[in-house]
């Protein structure tokens, strides 16, 4: 069974770049959320895809954008980087996307810093 | 608004004393609640939820809606216990997790 992995690990930009990261959901899993996790915080949420949807979204700006692919996998992008975007990404995986019944399967992360 | 307050950002016990790390939520509705735990140089995984009324790895969670509370527990802490605890209450949309600030648990030996 192959768990969630993301990519890349680290990444280094610069304010008003653009950025995607990227995501492959733990295999019979149909569901991605991402995650933003700031220094010292816990992880706050972005958005969810089931399906090739948008399935879920948090309190995050439009510049904020994602894809999911058939196979699963998923992209977050964001345009216009700001320095307050410095944060670890996370990506969760779940079977069904009901978080209330099941377990996310998360990601090691990317580590985005905006200089 | 939905919210989960963890007031201890580092807890430090000896192996062998009890130890609770504690969790409160804000919350309208039917909370379903979990702890999820990150382990050092390892992911972030789910330890229990509320919804399974589940013991893992000797740690318990009661909901209490009185005092909207949600605090972990463990009889004797182990020096393996030594991670970064999180509480995390549903938010009602799907996949919305919305996560404490976490606890760091060091168990000395």
């Known amino acids: 069974e192959t768990g969630v992995t993301q990519s890349p690990t680290h990444l280094i930009k610069t304010r008003g770049q653009q950025v995607t990261l990227r995501c492959s959901s733990q295999s019979g899993h149909n569901t991605v959320s991402w995650y933003q996790q700031a220094l010292g915080q816990g992880p706050q949420f972005i958005f969810q895809?089931?399906?090739?949807?948008?399935?879920g979204r948090g309190n995050f700006p439009p510049r904020f954008s994602g894809l999911q692919f058939p196979n699963y996998s998923s992209e977050l992008n964001v345009n216009a980087l700001e320095l307050d975007d410095s944060a670890l990404y996370l990506c969760?995986?779940?079977?069904?996307?009901?978080?209330?019944?099941?377990?996310?399967?998360f990601g090691s992360g990317t580590q985005l810093s905006v200089l | 608004a939905q919210r989960v307050t963890q007031p201890e950002k580092l807890l430090s016990v000896f192996k062998g004393a009890p130890v609770e790390l504690k969790c409160n939520y804000s919350?309208?509705?039917?909370?379903?609640l979990f702890w999820y735990v990150q382990y050092s140089r390892q992911r972030l995984q789910l330890l229990l939820r509320?919804?399974s009324r589940e013991s893992i790895k000797g740690f318990t969670a009661d909901l209490n809606k009185g005092e909207t509370s949600f605090h972990l527990k463990k009889p004797f802490a182990q020096e393996e216990d030594s991670a970064m605890y999180y509480c995390?209450?549903?938010?009602?949309?799907?996949?919305?997790?919305?996560f404490g600030k976490g606890t760091k648990l060091s168990v000395k030996p």
């Open positions: 895809y089931y399906r090739e949807e948008e399935n």
């Open positions: 919350y309208s509705g039917s909370p379903e």
């Open positions: 509320h919804i």
């Open positions: 969760a995986s779940s079977a069904t996307g009901d978080a209330t019944n099941e377990k996310l399967f």
């Open positions: 995390a209450v549903y938010g009602g949309s799907q996949g919305n997790l919305i």
